[in-house]
Nanobody, 128 residues
Framework: QVQLVESGGGLVQAGGSLRLSCAASGRTLRTYTMAWFRQAPGKEREFVAAISWSGSSTYYADSVKGRFTISREKGKNTEYLQMNSLKPEDTAVYYC?????????????????????WGQGTQVTVSS
């Protein structure tokens, strides 16, 4: 069993930055694909970014490309999402996800069904 815990959310002004963290416990996630999703009020949960088990491949939603960076610490069960140039439309609950199926390339790994474990989420609010 895998437990994922997100942290780092909060309130920030438009144009600001936040760094989200996701700590995993219960099993090593060294070979897992990791990702971030988000869900705004009244909307479906949507894909934000994914990273391969090695960290060499990343994939981003068009809406965050160039502003967000996903990373993971090798040897540690931790992933991060650095969010810069935040916009009010980035306001959402952000969820960490882990997929058992490892991939060298994560292009297209944007479906919720491709991930097996989820955190409880952390709120990010961007004020205008």
């Amino acid at each position: 069993q895998v437990q994922l815990v997100e942290s780092g959310g909060g309130l920030v002004q438009a144009g600001g930055s936040l760094r989200l963290s996701c700590a995993a416990s219960g099993r090593t996630l060294r070979t897992y694909t990791m990702a971030w999703f988000r869900q705004a009020p009244g909307k479906e949960r949507e894909f934000v970014a994914a990273i391969s088990w090695s960290g060499s491949s990343t994939y981003y939603a068009d809406s965050v490309k160039g502003r967000f960076t996903i990373s993971r610490e090798k040897g540690k069960n931790t992933e991060y999402l650095q969010m810069n140039s935040l916009k009010p439309e980035d306001t959402a609950v952000y969820y960490c996800a882990a997929g058992v199926l490892s991939s060298m390339v994560v292009d297209g790994r944007s479906s919720r069904a491709q991930y097996d474990y989820w955190g409880q989420g952390t709120q990010v609010t961007v004020s205008s």
